[in-house]
C-alpha cells in the first residue's frame, strides 16, 4: 500500500524555522494537505494544494513541492506552534493516505 | 460557520457493528462543492481515512476497510453516518467526520469521538 514518509520528530528553537518533509511516489501528480495536531484537539488544516494557506492560517505556515517531497516551513516558530504535523496526499487510485506524523519540539 | 458534530455509542462490543452520525450545521450538506469524510486516529497513533460520500451518495472507500464499513448520506437531515460491521479491538479509536473540499483538504473537522470496542 502507498505510504506517505515523515521524520518522526523535530526540534527547533523559538524564532528559528522549522522544516518538515513528507516523501511519496505520487506527490509529483497528488495535491499535499498539511494538517496540525495538538494534544486532544481535531486536526486543523494549515496548507492545501501543496503551498496554499487557509484563512486564518498564519503567514509563517508555508508549503512547496520538489519531485516526490513536499515541505511544510514554519518560519520564526513559536511556542504555539508545538504540535503533531500530518500530511495527506492520494495515492495513483485517489485514496487518501496520511503521513505518519511529525512531532515538532519548541526548545 | 461549519461545525460538525458526531454523535454514537462510546462502547461496542466485538463482532458487532459500530455506527456514528455526524451533523452538519452552518451550511448544507447538499452543496455539490463538499464530500463529507470520516477519518479515525487510533490512542497515541496516526490518521487513517475510512472514506467520504457525495450528496449524491457517491461513495469512496479506504480498500483496508472498504469490505466492513458503510457510509450514508441523509440530506434531509444534514447529516452522514459510518457504519463498521464485525468490530475487533483494532477498532478501538477516536472517529472524526470532517468536509472535504475537492482539492482543499479537510478544512472542517468535528471534534472527534472514542469508540472503543470491548466486551
Known amino acids: 500500500s502507498y505510504e506517505l514518509t515523515q521524520p518522526p520528530s523535530v526540534s527547533v528553537s523559538p524564532g528559528q524555522t522549522a522544516r518538515i518533509t513528507c516523501s511519496g511516489d505520487a506527490l509529483p501528480k497528488q495535491y499535499a494537505y498539511w494538517y496540525q495536531q495538538k494534544p486532544g484537539q481535531a486536526p486543523v488544516l494549515v496548507i492545501y494544494?501543496?503551498?496554499e494557506r487557509p484563512s486564518g492560517i498564519p503567514e509563517r505556515f508555508s508549503g512547496s513541492s520538489s519531485g516526490t517531497t513536499v515541505t511544510l516551513t514554519i518560519s520564526g516558530v513559536q511556542a504555539e506552534d508545538e504540535a503533531d504535523y500530518y500530511c495527506q496526499s492520494a495515492d495513483s487510485s485517489g485514496t487518501y493516505v496520511f503521513g505518519s506524523g511529525t512531532k515538532v519540539t519548541v526548545l | 460557520q461549519v461545525q460538525l458534530q458526531e454523535s454514537g455509542p462510546g462502547l461496542v462490543k466485538p463482532s458487532q457493528t459500530l455506527s456514528l452520525t455526524c451533523t452538519v450545521s452552518g451550511g448544507s450538506i447538499s452543496s455539490g462543492d463538499y464530500y463529507w469524510s470520516w477519518i479515525r486516529q487510533h490512542p497515541g497513533k496516526g490518521l487513517e481515512w475510512i472514506g467520504y460520500?457525495?450528496?449524491?451518495?457517491?461513495?469512496y472507500y479506504n480498500p483496508s476497510l472498504k469490505s466492513r464499513a458503510t457510509i450514508s448520506i441523509d440530506t434531509s437531515r444534514n447529516q452522514f453516518s459510518l457504519k463498521l460491521s464485525s468490530v475487533t479491538a483494532a477498532d478501538t479509536a477516536v472517529y472524526y467526520c470532517?468536509?472535504?473540499?475537492?482539492?482543499?483538504?479537510?478544512?472542517?473537522w468535528g471534534q472527534g469521538t472514542l469508540v472503543t470496542v470491548s466486551s
Open positions: 460520500i457525495y450528496y449524491s451518495g457517491s461513495t
Open positions: 470532517a468536509r472535504d473540499r475537492e482539492g482543499g483538504g479537510e478544512d472542517y
Open positions: 494544494k501543496d503551498s
